[in-house]
């Protein structure tokens, strides 16, 4: 049964895949609180950016899709406070507009290939030990941001206004949640997939919400959601040749539905 | 009282939105210990003024002092409780006990990495048994009834300690019974804890006894430091358009 352990590059994923859970669902929580689900989607087209001026300029992919991703946050947060535009209507343009781009730079790089295809759907085979130590170091920082400032995040997920009329600086700490949120993502994009990351952020705090049951807890069973889903998805994708990262967005849909069935009023 | 700082004083605010006016040259003084109610026909601006006091919304014009400062210089915030207009529409949704909720209050005086310190709790425990929730403090704030929720929300404001409370009409959706046991517990905060008060409401004859000092705004502000005389004043009538007169009868049915 545990041969699945005896390859080393399955040890990795397995790591890689669990230090990405608790990443993305910890700051999925308050994206979702915030109604920002789509942000995730968006910033994961973004990091595609990012990917495809790795690959083509042979730098690292994975360090191209952190820097992308948050220069594209920013952007959203930037346009978002300083323009009459519609939140979503801001992140569906970018999100096409980076999809064009990263298109565009990898067709005129040549770089059509399967390791852009593994950066598209995620695999679990192309997790490197540099990888490993890249996501640890970032979701270090990206996670203890969180945790410091989780008081102030959940006020002004529930209401922004009434956090600034007492004091929160809610404009600097929108900045900071939507630039943790774009270092999870790439980080994410070599396991789960840029097309399949928003669903691994999103779908276990949802999942968690109809349990109805305070912040912590809900924190907490989102938290066990994605773990379970992507242990689940990795071992059943070594098993059966499934690519790992839709088989872990499939695993998190079979908990959401029996989440939302249990708990129908 | 009248060498002291207001906690707020407002000169010649006005406020505009693409050109149309929605304050003009509006000019008063809150003192601390003041109970005032602040009335006046919808989109007549009252909730932009206090946006403005709250900043929230830059005034167009005019200069606004909270505790003497300019509101751009004031930083200590936790002396101003808020509670809106949407108070008691919370999201069902929201995974918030009302513990969660009136937790927020003590946010903004923590450091970072800072735990919760007995203080905190102090002030928490405190703020719930004056609104007297504490037995509801598990309670998802989603299932409670429009008028609890309403005391979960100034719990939450009153557990920054705060010297001044000031509350949009937070009563739509709350029964009779509720609001009038609301109304008594402003009236004992304010006589009992000396917290100021500034009210926005439609129910100024429910409460006429209580308050100290009537601000009708309609886009420009009258106001009136006998409000018992003022609900029969000509002027307030006028300014105040259909509305005074049922504010009028209101007064007569209770």
Known sequence: MLEIFDYDFMQRAFLAGMLIAILASVSGTFVVLKRYSMISETLAHSALVGVAVGLVAGFNPLWMAVVVAIASAWLIEYLRSSFSLYSDAILAILLSGSLAIAVIIVSLGGAFNNSLFSYLFGSILAVSEEDIITILVFGTIALGLLLAFSKELYFIAYDEEVAQTSGVKVKFLNFLLVTVVAIIIALSIRVVGSLLIGALMVIPTVSALQYRVGFLNTTFISLVFALLSVLSGMTLSFYFSLPSGATIVLCVLVIFVVSLVINKK | ?254
Not at chain 2, 28 to 47: C, D, H, S, W
Not at chain 2, 67 to 94: E, L, T
Not at chain 2, 217 to 238: D, G, H, R, T
């Open chain 2, 1 to 254: 009282m009248k060498f002291k700082v207001p906690i707020f004083d407002v000169k010649n605010l006005s406020f505009s939105v693409r050109g149309q006016k929605i304050l003009s040259h509006i000019s008063l003084e809150i003192f601390n210990g003041e109970y005032v109610a602040i009335i006046g026909p919808n989109g007549g601006g009252k909730t932009t003024l206090i946006r403005m006091l709250l900043g929230l919304e830059t005034p167009t014009n005019g200069e606004i002092k909270i505790f003497g400062k300019k509101i751009k210089d004031f930083k200590q915030w936790q002396k101003i409780g808020y509670v809106p207009q949407r108070a008691s529409h919370v999201d069902a949704n929201f995974p918030a006990t009302v513990l969660d909720i009136v937790n927020m209050g003590r946010v903004s005086q923590r450091s970072i990495f800072a735990r919760t310190n007995n203080e905190d709790k102090e002030a928490v425990h405190d703020a719930m048994l004056k609104m007297d929730i504490l037995d509801l403090k598990d309670k998802m704030v989603g299932t409670l009834s429009g008028g609890q929720r309403q005391r979960v929300m100034i719990a939450r404001a009153l557990a920054s300690k705060p010297e001044i409370l000031i509350l949009d009409e937070p009563n739509t959706g709350v029964d009779m019974l509720s609001q009038k046991n609301f109304y008594a517990l402003l009236a004992n905060l304010n006589k009992e804890e000396k917290i100021t008060i500034v009210f926005i409401t439609h129910d100024i004859g429910v409460i006429a006894d209580d308050i100290g000092r009537l601000f009708t705004i309609n886009q420009k502000a009258v106001i009136c430091n006998n409000p018992k005389e003022a609900l029969s004043c000509e002027e307030m009538s006028e300014l105040y358009g259909i509305d005074a007169h049922l504010v009028h009868n209101h007064k007569h049915v209770h």
